[in-house]
């Protein structure tokens, strides 16, 4: 498998994260954390659900990864998430110290990078966007406009 069809395959496993979430009524955003090509934690946004504003995809699948690892590190793990993330969960991300944040669409308005944080990440961190974005785009227009 290349490493396209790679970010693509776990991208896909993201975007099914982010559909069970926009089923819910949840902001449709998913994430997988990936260790030696393997899913090791899955979640999607959950903040109506547990009213709980820190529930976003990205920290319920950290929390998950940890504990199926049993470190407070994830350094040999990649991040899929169908939307940049946003401050907090870029906060999170450099904490567990991430090899990789791989995520679909862009978020002009909310996203880490939108808010000024672009070196937040050691620079070991590899950072690939835009895979599968026309999809998780989609995903996030449709959950808008049929919440107007």
């Known amino acids: 498998m290349t490493t396209a069809e790679r970010h693509a395959y776990f991208m896909k496993m993201a975007l099914k994260q982010a559909q069970i979430a926009f ?7 998913g994430a ?4 030696n090509d393997t899913i090791i934690s899955k ?13 976003h995809a990205e920290m319920l699948c950290i929390t998950s ?5 049993g470190s407070k590190y994830l350094t040999d793990c990649s991040l899929y998430v169908t939307l940049e993330p946003c401050p907090m969960c ?21 996203g880490y990078l939108a808010v000024s944080l672009p070196h937040i990440f050691t620079k070991k961190t590899n950072l690939i966007s835009g895979i599968l974005e ?14 107007r």
């Not at 946004?45 to 547990?50: A, C, D, K, P, R």
């Open 65 to 69: 990864a940890c504990h199926q690892l």
């Open 90 to 110: 870029a906060g999170a991300i450099k904490w567990a110290q991430l090899k990789s944040i791989i995520w679909g669409a862009s978020d002009a308005k909310s």
């Open 43 to 55: 979640a999607y946004n959950q903040t109506q659900l547990l009213k709980d504003p820190t529930a």
């Open 23 to 29: 089923e819910i009524g949840e902001i449709p955003v």
């Open 32 to 35: 997988v954390i990936v260790h």
């Open 134 to 147: 026309p999809e998780c785009a989609s995903l996030m227009k449709a959950f808008f406009e049929n919440k």
